[in-house]
């Protein structure tokens, strides 16, 4: 199997060429698969939850965000545990010019050249800067997912998928206050990919960010702005949110073009529950063509309203699973919803009797999609003069 030693010994790295500023003018550089905030010309803290050089650092030299080199090589390096993974980090460090033990580093599958440089100014006048990387189309998750990585062995599965977020604020924050910084601005992710929607990979919740997310905050040591404690209800508190999410929103539109049209597809929100064409198809032998079958399935796509009904049936789902209702109660109005709001009230012997002895709010939500897409057959024959 090729390695990721192989791919380093004859990859290419001197292309550093300089691709915008964060505050307080840090240049931002792109250089072979690292996104690099230069931080040698200040003095600077950093926090961060990376993995490599990861915690509190005190003036280092950069801090970076690198791409994997994908494919079989990254494989190898992936399955070879922490300590090889460190090793690989080290030494593209060293084949980029920088010391490995000064340059705190985040990892991800995403490419740099999708990265979303942002910067908001606090009503007191604080600059707060991001340079965002996100994809979690492959590695969406919850807190409380089932595990996919052994702390023991220091063994991790390959899937990829990761929000890397490189925070710098223009003012001289306190550790603590550092640490409020960071959780603030996680929070903010954590808020935009509920509102998107995205799905977990692993359950049928609602994804929070994935399992590989990293943060890192950059502190001025030389701000005439001195925060000792930094309040949530600050305006600082609000601008670090506002970055993160106007910078995050278009990270995630850009890598995997996920985005608020994207997430109301109907099809999208029926996949949490593992419904998919395939699965909707097969509940009825449709008297239909392929083709009809398809272009049906277009407008269904694009029927908004269909995907307001199907958000609110599996939100039920949800309240079901996580005990706030019972699943009497949820099956019920799930039914009531499907049959009045979904289906208008039109309904054969067949169908009526299919949904009264669905068991649970997925078989219905199944079937009833279903029926929906016989609907739409039907309505495309009439306006085909059929």
Known sequence: MLTWREVLEVEETDDSRQVGRVCPDIPVYRQGRALILDLKGGSHRVLSSGFTNGGYSEDPLALMNISGVGGKPEYSCMMGGLDEFDESVYRYLEKLGYDPDRAVCMSTAAHMDNAIITEVRSPEGISVSSAI????????GRPGDPTTYDEVAGQNDATSGTIIIMMSVDADLSERA?????LMA????????????????????????SGTDQ?????????????DALDRNSGLARAIAECIRKGLVEALDKQSG??????????????????????????????????????ALDEVRSDRYLSAMAMAVLHI?????????SEEDGLEVAKTICRQAVLKGRLSGVEALRIDSSDNIPELVSYVSAVRLLRAVEEGRCSDGQ
Do not use: W
Not at 178 to 182: E, F, I, K, R, V
Not at 191 to 205: F, G, I
Not at 317 to 325: A, E, L, P, S
């Open 186 to 209: 996680t929070e903010a992710k954590s808020c935009v990919v509920q509102e998107l929607q995205a799905r977990s990979l692993y359950t049928p919740n609602i994804a929070t960010g």
């Open 133 to 140: 990387t996100a994809g979690i189309r492959h590695n969406g």
């Open 258 to 295: 996920m985005n608020t049209e994207l997430q109301s597809d109907v099809m999208t929100v029926l996949s949490r529950y593992g419904l998919t064409q395939d699965t909707i198809r097969e509940e009825m032998r449709f008297p239909a063509t392929m083709e009809e079958l398809m272009r």
């Open 215 to 227: 943060v890192a905050v950059v502190s001025n040591k030389n701000s005439v702005h001195k925060i």
């Open 178 to 182: 550092m640490l409020s910084a960071l």
């Open 317 to 325: 789902q949800d309240d079901v699973r996580n005990g706030v209702i």
